[in-house]
């Protein structure tokens, strides 16, 4: 059985109403009274599970050296500001 609810609902409630999709409940969402779409569960079983890969390090980034200073950087955004 589809259940109408207005589109605030579906927005206040997303994920409580979406929980109620996977469980295999349908909704139909309206706009001003008029029924805009269908939220449905899938047809068939759930698609499989996304393939992950490893990050990789481009750039070389990660062999930067940091710069240390001998005064804090707020001395010199309080420089850079002065100067507008």
């Keep these: 059985m589809t259940r109408t609810i207005p589109h605030r609902e ?4 997303s994920s409580a109403i979406l929980r109620e999709v996977a469980g295999g409940e349908s909704f139909a969402i309206t706009n ?5 779409a269908l939220l449905v569960p899938p047809a068939g079983p759930s698609s499989p599970p996304l ?3 490893s ?9 930067i050296v940091r710069a240390g200073l001998d005064h804090p950087i707020q001395d010199d955004l309080d420089a850079l500001r002065g100067d507008r």
Excluded: S
């Excluded at 001003?32 to 805009?36: A, D, I, P, R, T």
């Design 32 to 36: 001003n009274g008029e029924v805009v």
């Design 51 to 53: 393939r992950r890969r």
């Design 55 to 63: 990050a990789r390090v481009r750039g070389g980034f990660g062999e």
């Design 10 to 13: 579906l927005r206040n409630n």
